[in-house]
């Protein structure tokens, strides 16, 4: 039972080039969250879904996109990565109104 | 807008001693839930105990209780008997009850036991 898992773990990118992170979960839950965390900062919600084919913004959503075109997946991406964007990336999932629980987090560097 | 706030930064408390982390926390939703999350050095997200807005008795799993003060927007850990292990950042955070459940986070106080 995996749980939620996040790919990559670590990466390293230029100003300017994009990526995409994959989130995956495989407890069939209904929401799914993408938070970064920085020093001093808490964890801060990007985007997240309530459904398949569903995304909202959060509190931080510029520079970002996701998409949820399966249940189980929710795809985080940055078209153009900036210094700023660097910090740890966490993935969550919940049932709605129960605990949600995270994948081990992405550890972003920007360039 | 839900709002959490953590004011202690850092805490140190002697090993098998009790300690109290506080959140104080904003919500105009008449229904939500509260979280704690453990975050040791190694990174990953561990939740330790939820309480909802509605429940009438403090939650309590193991070592951890949460003191709940609805009136006074409280929602203070209470830790017994401190291990070791328990050195870590602890964030609470705060999940409304509407259609999109969203989840705010406080800043976390980082916690040192003290052999």
């Known amino acids: 039972n995996a749980g939620v898992t996040q790919t990559p773990k670590f990466r390293v990118l230029k100003t300017g080039q994009s990526m995409t992170l994959l989130c995956a979960q495989d407890m069939n839950h209904e929401y799914m969250y993408w938070y970064r965390q920085d020093p001093g900062m808490g964890l801060r919600l990007i985007h997240y879904?309530?459904?398949?084919?569903?995304?909202a913004k959060g509190e931080v959503p510029d520079g970002y996109n996701v998409s949820r075109l399966k249940k189980q997946n929710f795809l985080l991406g940055l078209e153009s990565a900036a210094p700023s964007q660097t910090s740890v990336y966490f993935c969550?999932?919940?049932?709605?109104?129960?605990?949600?629980?995270f994948g081990p987090g992405t550890r972003l560097t920007v360039l | 807008a839900q709002k959490i706030t953590q004011t202690q930064p850092g805490m140190f408390v002697q090993e098998k001693e009790a300690v109290t982390l506080d959140c104080t926390y904003d919500?105009?939703?008449?229904?939500?839930?509260l979280f704690w999350y453990k975050q040791p050095s190694s990174g990953e997200m561990i939740f330790l105990i939820y309480?909802?807005?509605?429940?009438?008795q403090n939650a309590t799993e193991g070592r951890y209780s949460l003191n709940f003060q609805k009136a006074r927007k409280s929602a203070n850990l209470v830790i017994s008997a401190s291990q070791l292990g328990d050195s870590a950042m602890y964030f609470c955070a705060i999940k409304n009850s509407g259609g999109y459940q969203k989840v705010t986070f406080g800043t976390g106080t980082k916690l040192q036991v003290i052999p």
């Open positions: 969550a999932s919940s049932q709605p109104l129960l605990t949600q629980y």
């Open positions: 309480q909802g807005s509605y429940d009438q």
């Open positions: 919500t105009s939703d008449p229904s939500y839930g």
């Open positions: 879904s309530v459904g398949e084919g569903t995304t």
